[in-house]
């Protein structure tokens, strides 16, 4: 079991309720609900770390097919007891997203705080997954810290500014919509779409 791993299912083995979780937050993120207005039920949407399932549900509700994956057992019976509170039907996998295949394109694809743990190498592992499962039409929602901790000891996010996101995300995507540190939140929110697509 990786560091990585080692770290979430601590945190989440800890926690007897999902409130417990310090980066727990109810509140969709605007980029999120933004990019869903061009949306028509019935499309495709991912959401990647999808921890205890605040936004599957959301989008879920809002009528989108709605896949979930994380690599946390604990985080996916949050997530299921969510959903099934809801009424709403959420397909959860449990997966590392760098190995994680699906037929289907994706019309969306949420992050919500997932590619700023990743170390460099698995981020470009990252971007070829993301890459093999948007639509030509795909909305890719991001939400990055926007600065590491200081004396985290590489354990933490890591933060990476504006510039360094949209240039690691070239040529191919290309950044319609940013919005920094939204909601009060310590992290930047980005929404990319296809370099030849049309921004809705």
Same mark, same amino acid.
């Given at each position: 079991?990786?560091?990585?791993?080692?770290?979430?299912?601590?945190?989440?083995?800890g926690a007897k309720d999902e409130t417990? $979780? &310090?980066?727990?937050n109810e509140e969709s993120p605007i980029l999120?609900?933004?990019a869903m207005e061009s949306l028509h039920d019935g499309c495709n949407a991912l959401d990647i770390g999808c921890g205890t399932g605040v936004n599957s549900v959301f989008m879920a509700q809002n009528g989108l097919k709605v896949t979930g994956i994380d690599f946390i057992p604990k985080a996916l019976a949050f997530a299921r007891e969510r959903a099934k509170k809801?009424?709403?039907d959420v397909d959860l996998v449990q997966s590392d997203v760098t190995e994680f295949y699906n037929a289907e394109k994706f019309d969306l694809?949420?992050?919500?705080?997932? $590619? &700023?743990t990743f170390d460099n190498?698995?981020?470009?592992k990252y971007k070829e997954k993301l890459l093999s499962l948007m639509s030509d039409r795909a909305n890719y929602v991001l939400l990055h810290i926007s600065k590491s901790k200081p004396l985290d000891f590489g354990l933490g996010p890591k933060g990476k500014s504006k510039d360094e996101i949209e240039r690691f995300f070239g040529p191919e995507l290309r950044l319609v919509e940013f919005l920094p540190r939204a909601g009060g939140m310590p992290f930047h929110q980005y929404?990319?779409?296809r370099n030849?697509?049309?921004?809705?």
């Open positions: 079991m990786g560091s990585r791993r080692l770290i979430y299912e601590m945190i989440y083995g417990k $979780l &310090h980066w727990h999120l609900k933004k809801s009424q709403v694809i949420l992050d919500n705080g997932c $590619l &700023h190498r698995k981020r470009v929404r990319f779409v030849y697509a049309e921004a809705a």
